[in-house]
């Protein structure tokens, strides 16, 4: 075999690593699935301003390392992705601590300890680049060693990973003092901080696997879809067969707004808005890889009146490679076996997010709208919810005058009211919503023969009242249950 050695320039690689794209508090992120893979308690994100030398340390209670098993993880790329893996670990290429790390500083340690027996091993890039090696130092140097005892003390279990160095602080003119710069720094503490709650909310919900802590405050989790709300929508989940494996997709449509009081609303907007959290929820061993977004699906972009529409896609590691999951863990690709499957589960979530939104406008419409539009009236009155027949209503109102004497009238106006008691208005003021409340006369689309001859006599009578063929035209057209089918008048 004739072949040529070709490795990589340690300064390129370097570079290389660095320039993934990672942000910062999805770095962090990265070392924190290190901690929970080493089934950590507690785990502890330190940010401490101090200019050009300000640094950001994690800390841990898990099990630590072995001084092979320290120099094997701080080794890039030490494994593939098809190595065999823990129940427990998120990691997949090998990679996730180096490249973490090196896009956000320039010196990294690693201290770890296990039966009290502690090791350390530091990558400064500055000594990779002057030397052209890895060279992995085993003394991090008096700083750097005593930031260690200040941070993890006697610690006998456990690892620290410190960044020093700081990407964008050292090697400028930041002073610790510069008061512009040090709330910038800990703005990004504060993105971090919302970003843990939603990356790692099924690590810390009750009973929580473990504790997360920013800054000295326990971190609370972001569920994107009110699973606990009592007015959430929970549509049926599916199991979608991916080889010898299954990925679980299970919809929600979330409260309407006046559903919510005003902290709950502002909490579930998530860190993207409404707007920008609906869709897909991408979900590898519980941790959270992709927080909404329409996985590039055609035809599905974010629009408002989708953004009650929120839906879990759960996949088990063994089908990483399959959705492409990246080293940041920060974008998926779906298969396309199941590009059909998750198009249609979007397309009913939308609709069901859309008319949900649409009816809730309808029950605001029903106390503060047109008094034409409604069979019914509902309201609540001293903590109780009043159901009152809409005696403004034409066929109503004929019957109460008398001109609506003709047994065909009388039965028209039963009709109506019975196809039209306001299940959906109950719901939105008393109890859970669900996605199988009736449909007037079978729902939207063209209407039926009986509800043209509803519709024909509530215009004939609004003829009666005065009204002109294109105005009641345009009443049946903007009411209930007419204003979801075709008929005649909107023709």
């Given at each position: 075999?004739?072949?040529d050695v070709?490795?990589?320039?340690?300064a390129?690689?370097?570079?290389?690593?660095?320039?993934?794209?990672?942000?910062?508090?999805?770095?962090?992120?990265d070392?924190?699935?290190n901690?929970?893979?080493a089934e950590?308690?507690?785990?502890?994100?330190?940010f401490?301003?101090?200019?050009?030398?300000s640094?950001?340390?994690?800390?841990?209670d898990?099990r630590?390392?072995?001084?092979?098993e320290?120099?094997t993880?701080m080794t890039?790329?030490a494994?593939g992705?098809?190595?065999?893996?823990?129940a427990?670990?998120l990691g997949?290429?090998g990679?996730?601590l180096?490249?973490?790390?090196?896009s956000?500083?320039?010196?990294?340690t690693?201290?770890t300890?296990?039966?009290?027996?502690?090791?350390?091993?530091?990558?400064d890039?500055g000594?990779?680049e002057?030397?052209?090696?890895?060279?992995?130092?085993?003394?991090?140097?008096d700083?750097?060693t005593?930031l260690?005892h200040q941070i993890?003390g006697s610690?006998r279990?456990?690892?620290?990973?410190?960044?020093e160095?700081?990407s964008?602080?050292?090697n400028?003119?930041?002073?610790?003092s510069?008061?512009?710069?040090?709330?910038q720094?800990y703005?990004e503490?504060?993105?971090?901080e919302?970003?843990l709650?939603?990356v790692?909310?099924?690590?810390?919900?009750?009973?929580?696997?473990?504790?997360?802590r920013?800054?000295g405050?326990?971190?609370?989790?972001?569920d994107?879809?009110?699973?606990t709300h009592?007015s959430?929508?929970?549509?049926p989940?599916?199991?979608?067969?991916?080889?010898?494996?299954?990925?679980?997709?299970e919809?929600?449509v979330?409260p309407?707004?006046?559903r919510?009081?005003?902290?709950e609303?502002?909490s579930?907007?998530?860190?993207?808005?409404?707007?920008g959290?609906?869709?897909f929820?991408?979900?590898?061993?519980d941790?959270?890889?992709l927080?909404?977004?329409?996985?590039?699906?055609?035809?599905?972009?974010?629009?408002?009146k989708?953004?009650?529409?929120?839906?879990?896609?759960d996949i088990?590691a063994?089908?990483d490679?399959?959705?492409?999951?990246?080293?940041?863990?920060?974008?998926?690709?779906?298969?396309v076996s199941?590009?059909?499957?998750?198009?249609?589960?979007?397309r009913?979530?939308?609709?069901?997010?859309s008319?949900?939104?649409?009816?809730?406008?309808?029950?605001?419409?029903?106390?503060h709208?047109?008094p034409?539009?409604?069979a019914?009236?509902?309201k609540?009155?001293?903590?109780?919810i009043?159901?009152r027949?809409?005696?403004?209503?034409?066929?109503v109102k004929?019957?109460?005058?008398?001109?609506?004497?003709?047994?065909?009238?009388?039965?028209?106006?039963i009709?109506?009211?019975?196809?039209?008691?306001?299940?959906?208005a109950l719901r939105m003021?008393?109890?859970?919503d669900?996605?199988?409340?009736?449909?007037?006369f079978?729902?939207?689309g063209?209407?039926?023969?009986?509800?043209?001859?509803?519709?024909?006599?509530?215009?004939?009578?609004?003829?009666?009242?005065?009204?002109?063929?294109?105005d009641?035209?345009g009443?049946?057209?903007?009411?209930?249950p007419?204003?979801e089918?075709k008929?005649?008048?909107?023709s």
């Amino acid at each position: 075999m004739d072949f040529d050695v070709a490795a990589p320039d340690p300064a390129g690689m370097v570079a290389s690593l660095s320039s993934l794209g990672y942000s910062l508090p999805a770095a962090v992120a990265d070392l924190v699935d290190n901690s929970i893979s080493a089934e950590a308690r507690n785990i502890d994100v330190d940010f401490t301003w101090g200019g050009q030398n300000s640094w950001i340390a994690v800390t841990d209670d898990g099990r630590g390392m072995t001084q092979p098993e320290l120099v094997t993880a701080m080794t890039v790329a030490a494994r593939g992705p098809s190595a065999k893996r823990s129940a427990t670990d998120l990691g997949r290429f090998g990679v996730g601590l180096k490249t973490a790390s090196f896009s956000q500083c320039r010196k990294l340690t690693v201290a770890t300890a296990r039966d009290g027996v502690r090791h350390v091993r530091t990558w400064d890039l500055g000594v990779v680049e002057h030397y052209k090696e890895w060279r992995l130092l085993r003394d991090p140097g008096d700083t750097t060693t005593a930031l260690l005892h200040q941070i993890a003390g006697s610690m006998r279990h456990g690892t620290v990973v410190l960044w020093e160095q700081l990407s964008g602080y050292h090697n400028t003119d930041v002073t610790s003092s510069d008061e512009r710069t040090q709330a910038q720094f800990y703005a990004e503490a504060e993105r971090t901080e919302a970003h843990l709650s939603m990356v790692f909310a099924r690590f810390l919900q009750r009973p929580a696997r473990c504790r997360i802590r920013v800054r000295g405050s326990g971190l609370t989790p972001w569920d994107p879809f009110l699973s606990t709300h009592p007015s959430v929508q929970r549509i049926p989940w599916e199991p979608l067969p991916l080889g010898p494996v299954s990925v679980r997709v299970e919809p929600f449509v979330l409260p309407t707004p006046q559903r919510l009081s005003e902290a709950e609303y502002e909490s579930a907007a998530g860190p993207k808005g409404w707007l920008g959290q609906q869709g897909f929820y991408v979900y590898r061993r519980d941790r959270l890889i992709l927080p909404g977004g329409w996985l590039g699906i055609r035809g599905l972009r974010h629009e408002e009146k989708y953004n009650l529409a929120r839906i879990a896609v759960d996949i088990p590691a063994e089908a990483d490679a399959d959705w492409s999951v990246d080293v940041r863990k920060a974008s998926v690709v779906p298969p396309v076996s199941l590009r059909g499957h998750l198009a249609r589960i979007a397309r009913y979530t939308r609709d069901a997010a859309s008319r949900s939104a649409r009816q809730r406008g309808q029950v605001v419409s029903r106390a503060h709208g047109d008094p034409l539009r409604f069979a019914w009236n509902v309201k609540r009155h001293d903590g109780r919810i009043v159901l009152r027949i809409n005696r403004k209503h034409p066929l109503v109102k004929a019957a109460i005058d008398g001109q609506g004497s003709k047994a065909g009238d009388v039965r028209s106006m039963i009709r109506l009211l019975e196809e039209t008691v306001p299940v959906t208005a109950l719901r939105m003021l008393h109890e859970t919503d669900t996605v199988d409340d009736p449909e007037p006369f079978g729902g939207p689309g063209p209407a039926a023969p009986e509800t043209v001859d509803i519709a024909r006599r509530v215009y004939e009578v609004l003829l009666s009242y005065g009204h002109t063929p294109a105005d009641a035209r345009g009443v049946l057209s903007s009411m209930s249950p007419f204003d979801e089918q075709k008929g005649f008048w909107n023709s």
